[in-house]
């Protein structure tokens, strides 16, 4: 077994690992040890690892998981998310959480905050809001307060003070991590045959449930095996997906599209690692950083508000034309009311600018895959013969 294909494997482990082994070990490891669950949008993991505990990335139980109990406590007509974040804590996969952070995404995230604090009442929750308006002194000022109740709260748990030294170390850690996410991109980029994104993928899940420092390593290891791999490129058209920044979709669906013929040269999976486009720290009070680094540095997405009109779309044209993307591969979740209501204005901008695009939806444990790669395949296939006419 090559090195790149023994890391994938730890990973996809870590990936397929419903009851979170790395995470209970690492609070075994030492007595007072504390883990912070968090849905998969942004949150300040930094106030997390900052106040000496583990934020742990909460994705759902994808195809790996049957909901039984799970589909009683939301509508139907909702993503799958939820569902399947109840069906683990009923199921007890949870429970050695001991506190949970739900990011501003949507109304039925704000709902399944609530939920969880009917059915583990033991555990700390907290509703992650965050500004809707980017001046300083008003946006500004309400996310400071909120980060520093966030803070305080966290430091009550820990028993000891949220330092600002420890708060400025803990960023240090998560600009390296950005940063080697973004080089993981690049480098995706460049030779996607060497770096494919089933790989990119799994490889961003494992810092989910790892520690920073131990995450770091094991990007810095993936990006130095993968440039020693010998594999042959292929004539597959390179495509942008967008619309998979929440529910996660399956890991066979993103081997689908490699299958069908699709080089994925970038993607909006997985958010919470590149939400900052450039590094955080900077001199003076480290919560000032975080707030200044949301404020106008964080990236485009369906659940982040836009306040300058007429811009929706340009960011990723721009990702398309960086990346030298034959065209996008528009993916949501079911039901996935930011996602689907943002993909028309989208689709209208990409039109406009002469980018080929396709649209399908998906849920977390979507089984059926045959037509998404027939589609994907297609969509390859007439990208590549007309670009060339």
């Known amino acids: 077994m090559s090195r790149v294909a023994d890391i994938v494997t730890t990973c996809e482990e870590l990936y397929e690992d419903l009851e979170f082994s790395a995470c209970r070990a690492w609070k075994e490891e030492a007595p007072g040890r504390h883990a912070i669950g968090y849905l998969p949008m942004w949150v300040p993991r930094e106030i997390i690892h900052a106040a000496g505990m583990l934020p742990v990335g909460i994705l759902g139980g994808g195809d790996k998981l049957e909901i039984i109990r799970g589909d009683a406590f939301f509508q139907s007509y909702i993503c799958h998310l939820p569902r399947s974040v109840i069906e683990l804590v009923l199921k007890g996969n949870l429970d050695f959480l001991d506190g949970c952070l739900f990011p501003s995404i949507c109304d039925i995230v704000r709902n399944l905050s609530g939920m969880w604090q009917l059915l583990r009442p033991d555990t700390y929750v907290r509703y992650v809001d965050v500004p809707q308006n980017f001046e300083p002194d008003r946006g500004g000022r309400f996310f400071r307060t909120e980060l520093r109740k966030l803070i305080d709260d966290l430091g009550g748990i820990a028993g000891r003070p949220v330092t600002d030294d420890a708060l400025k170390h803990s960023i240090e850690l998560y600009d390296e991590n950005r940063r080697l996410i973004r080089e993981l991109y690049d480098r995706r980029s460049a030779v996607p045959w ?51 920044f929440c529910e996660q979709p399956p890991l066979d669906l993103i081997r689908t599209l490699e299958r069908a013929g699709c080089y994925v040269v970038d993607d909006d999976f997985m958010l919470v690692n590149r939400w900052f486009a450039q590094d955080v720290a900077r001199p003076g009070d480290p919560v000032d950083a975080l707030v200044t680094a949301f404020l106008e540095q964080g990236i485009a997405n369906p659940a982040r508000y836009e306040p300058h009109a007429g811009t ?12 030298d993307a034959d065209g996008i591969i528009f993916a949501a979740p079911s039901f996935c009311d930011p996602a689907l209501l943002e993909r028309p204005m989208l689709q209208k901008a990409v039109e406009a600018a002469g980018i080929p695009s396709t649209a399908f939806k998906y849920s977390e444990n979507t089984g059926q895959l045959q037509p998404i790669r027939e589609q994907a395949g297609t969509f390859s296939d007439s990208v590549k013969l007309w670009s060339s006419v």
């Open 194 to 244: 060497l770096v494919p994104t089933s790989e990119v993928y799994l490889v961003q899940r494992a810092g989910m449930v790892l520690p920073v420092e131990a995450h770091n390593d094991l990007v810095r290891e993936y990006l130095a095996a993968a440039e020693m791999d010998d594999r042959p490129e292929r004539d597959n058209s390179r495509v942008v997906v967008s619309g998979a």
């Open 312 to 323: 929706k779309g340009q960011d990723l044209i721009e990702c398309v034309r960086r990346r």
